[in-house]
């Protein structure tokens, strides 16, 4: 007689589903450390490709951050500039632009880090990069108020930020516990690019970007603190937005 095996389990008393369960973690555990014993790195770290992370040593887990970190920022290589093109108020394009070419450098300086530690920094995707930048992109396609816009743009931009930031500060860290000095000295480097990023964002916000949005229940006309060209399509489109109120 032919069994359906995955019916057969729910028609078992639970203690013996419960025994099937353990053994098919029993079966999972014995597969993982199949794959970790034949993923198992060379001393020297170079000689494999890895699709799966080995996590044995602190320095293996540096490893991986730095892939991490590696796929994120080659990410927003080709994000920033989007942000750029959509944001209106000039000094927020020139603060993504500038950020964009600093990013190209914490490529590179994380290049120069793999050479040190004599690893590969490719092979990894960063998913939550992936998702802080597909909730940018949302951005990307709204339209209306200019200076609301910018204010979303910087919110996505300082999400960004703060998970670099998070990043850069644990590997950081554990480069300086492992001793590799010049290697935390370049993370620290990039580490202090991205507080610096942040801090500009907060700054164009809160001079800027958030006078200009002229939101609440102000029946007066918008404030005209923004640089001129910004400030105009502002005004323009606070214009619109004010003949539709009741
Ligand atoms: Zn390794
Ligand atoms: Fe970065
Ligand atoms: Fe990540
Ligand atoms: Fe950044």
């Known amino acids: 007689m032919q069994v359906d095996t995955s019916r057969k389990v729910f028609a078992q008393p639970s203690e013996a ?26 001393p020297d770290h170079t000689s494999i490709t890895r699709t799966k992370e080995i996590m044995e040593t602190l320095q293996d887990l540096l490893e991986n951050e730095l892939q991490d970190v590696y796929s994120a920022e080659t990410q927003l290589v080709k ?11 000039e000094s927020l394009k020139q603060a993504f632009l500038s950020h964009l070419e600093e990013t190209v450098g914490q490529v590179a300086r994380l290049e120069e880090i793999a050479t040190l530690m004599g690893v590969k920094m490719t092979g990894k995707t960063c998913k939550a990069m992936e998702g802080l930048i597909k909730e940018g992109a ?14 979303a743009l910087i919110g996505a931009a300082q999400r960004v930020e703060h998970y670099e930031i998070a990043a850069y500060g644990t590997a950081k860290a554990f480069a300086e516990h492992l001793g590799l000095t010049e290697v935390a ?13 942040d801090e500009t964002l907060s700054g164009i916000s809160l001079d800027e970007i958030l006078p ?25 489109k606070s214009a619109k937005g004010a ?3 009741p």
């Open 243 to 245: 003949r539709k109120k």
């Open 138 to 151: 949302e951005i990307l396609e709204e339209e209306g108020n200019a200076a609301v816009i910018d204010a």
């Open 212 to 236: 200009s949005t002229n939101s609440g229940d102000s029946e007066e006309e918008p404030q005209m603190e923004a640089d001129e060209e910004g400030a105009e399509k502002v005004k323009s």
């Open 79 to 89: 994000a920033l500039p989007k942000l750029a093109k959509k944001a209106t108020s």
């Open 17 to 42: 589903r419960i025994n099937q369960g353990a053994g098919t973690l029993f079966a999972l555990e014995a597969d993982i450390s199949a794959r970790f014993e034949y993923r198992r790195c060379k």
């Open 185 to 197: 000295d370049l993370l620290d480097a990039t580490l202090e690019e991205e507080s610096a990023a």
